[in-house]
Each structure stands twice: as C-alpha cells, then as structure tokens.
C-alpha cells in the first residue's frame, strides 16, 4: 500500500521540509515506487506511492484540485464504475481512483466520503479555510493518525513515524484500559498525544481545534426481512456476486496491465 504524511502550521510558520525528508526516508520501505512531496509556505505533504494499478502511474499525489484543495489518497475503489458514471464521465474512462476522488470530492464535499466502497484514507488541505481533513473508510483497514502539538499538526498512515518524529508522548491510560478489555475506542492509540481517524468518520481541524463527523454508522436495529427463504438466499446470492464481481474485475485489470507491460 502507498503511504502519506503531512505537517501544516496553524500560525503561518514554514512547513519543516528537513521532517518531510526524514519522513521519506523512514517510509521508503512501505511506498519504494519513488517520493513526491507538496510544500507551500506553512503545508507540507509526502506521497510515497506503492502502485497496484498501471494508471495511478499516470498521476503524481499530491494532487491539486481544481477548487484549489490539494489531497491525498491510498485505497481502492471497488466502485469505481459507478462513481464515474455519476460523474458524468465515459464509461470507458481510464483515470485513476484518486483522479475519481478528486472529482468526486470536488462535487459533492466531505459529502462524497459515503460514497467511497473499499479500503482507503485520505488527507485534504482546503486553502480557502486554512483547514486538514482526515477521512478513514467505513470499516477501517486503511489507517491515518494525527498529532496536534500547539500551533503545528502532523499526519501519517504509519504510526510508529509520528511517536519516533520528535518530542516526547505520554501513555493513553484510556487506550491501556480499553486494550486490557480488547476493545479501545477507535479514536485512541497508545500515546496520549496521537490520534487515530476513527473508521466512518473524518475530522476536520482548523484554528488548532479538532471536530470528528461521522459519514457512517453500523445500525444494529436495521433487519432485512423477506417472506420466504428463497428470497434470502436470493439477496445472499447478489451480495455475494456484487462483491466477487467488484474484486475480480481489478483482478483482471491488473493482470492485462501487467501483460501489456512486459509486452
């Protein structure tokens, strides 16, 4: 999977390019496909790209939208068909899954986040309102953790960089007590400073301040009910293909890329 990692200083001061290089270094081996990094006065943003697909070759993250936000993302649309004929676009249309996003964040807001089906985080720095989103799918595989010290907010995908990238982390006794009893909340790690995107949700930090929205909840009152048994197996059945259709057809994208290229 590729990696990301962002620094951005609420009271204007520089973005330390020496921590976005340190970064690229610590996290060479999880995204070994190269290093792309956006600074901009107080924003700094690293991209280390680990490709599964031949299009997101095409693109260079951090991507600059057209509203002026620059995001990042590292995940799979397992949707993608839908998403792009939402959008407008031909059916046929070959841009990547971040381009997808890009659009789709574009149109619809922090709104297009429920809309996203697969494994992915993604991190969006909106200019217009000095303001970082951090979003985390629905059931959570992708990680993103952030640390917010005074003025300055660091994000990675990897935990063990933000506790080894400076400074000193006190232990989360809720994190301890939550582990001890197998289920911490979501939101916690073991530093008391670190925090995680809880899995359906994003945060939206701004002025030094951190407000969490949830774009998803699991409604354990929701029943699905039919009549008869047959139709249940039915409903099974359609699930179960929706969801074997959706993988294997990046299954066999990816092996027709890789043919062509070693072609």
Known sequence: MSVQAGIFNFDGAPASSDWLRRAGLYLAEFGPEGKHTHIDDSLG???RPFHTTANARCEDQPLIL???SVLMWDGRLDNR???IRSLGLPVNCDCSDAAIVARMFDTYGTASFR??????????????????ILARDYIGVKQLFYSLKGETL???????????SGGVFEICPDYIAGYLAFKPDAHLTPYQEIRSVSPGAFVVIRNSSVTEHKFWRFDPWRRTRFKTDAEYQEHY?????QSVRRRAIRYRRRRTERASQSA
């Open 45 to 47: 943003m690293l991209y």
């Open 66 to 68: 057209a509203s002026g």
């Open 81 to 83: 068909e839908d998403l």
């Open 115 to 132: 809309r996203f089906i697969g494994d992915w985080a993604i991190s969006i720095y909106d200019p217009r309102q000095r303001t970082i």
């Open 154 to 164: 660091l994000w990675c995908s990897h935990l063990a960089w933000l506790a080894q």
């Open 237 to 241: 059945l359609h699930l179960l293909c």
